[in-house]
């Protein structure tokens, strides 16, 4: 049974900062990929960033160079760090893990309950 607890959430002005987790536990062998979507109403979602096992990584450009994404596969934590925020960040952010179940090897992926990231004045 594979969880994916998201934390970080908040309001923050223009400039600020702010750090996401998620948390992944359960039965898991492996985690290929974890990443972040954002979704801001009356817009397509959109992938923010994802790495890989190997710690390859990959940004939308909007937000190369100002946000960061890391992992700690012993915590199966994947963490997206959020600077010089702008208004356009303001979203809703759900981060999925393409997970490898123990029991089987199978693979699936699963997705976090959503933190809203508010960025104003």
């Known amino acids: 049974q594979v969880q994916l607890v998201e934390s970080g959430g908040g309001l923050v002005q223009p400039g600020g900062s702010l750090r996401l987790s998620c948390a992944a536990s359960g039965s898991i062998f492996s985690i290929n990929v974890m990443g972040w979507y954002r979704q801001a109403p009356g817009k397509e979602r959109e992938l923010v960033a994802r790495i890989d096992s190997g710690g390859s990584t990959n940004y939308a450009d909007s937000v190369r160079g100002r946000f960061t994404i890391s992992r700690d596969n012993a915590k199966n934590t994947v963490i997206l760090q959020m600077d010089s925020l702008k208004p356009d960040d303001t979203a809703v952010y759900y981060c999925?893990?393409?997970?490898?179940?123990?029991?089987?090897?199978?693979?699936?992926?699963?997705w976090g309950q959503g933190t809203q990231v508010t960025v104003s004045s």
């Open positions: 999925y893990a393409n997970i490898q179940y123990r029991v089987d090897g199978s693979t699936y992926r699963h």
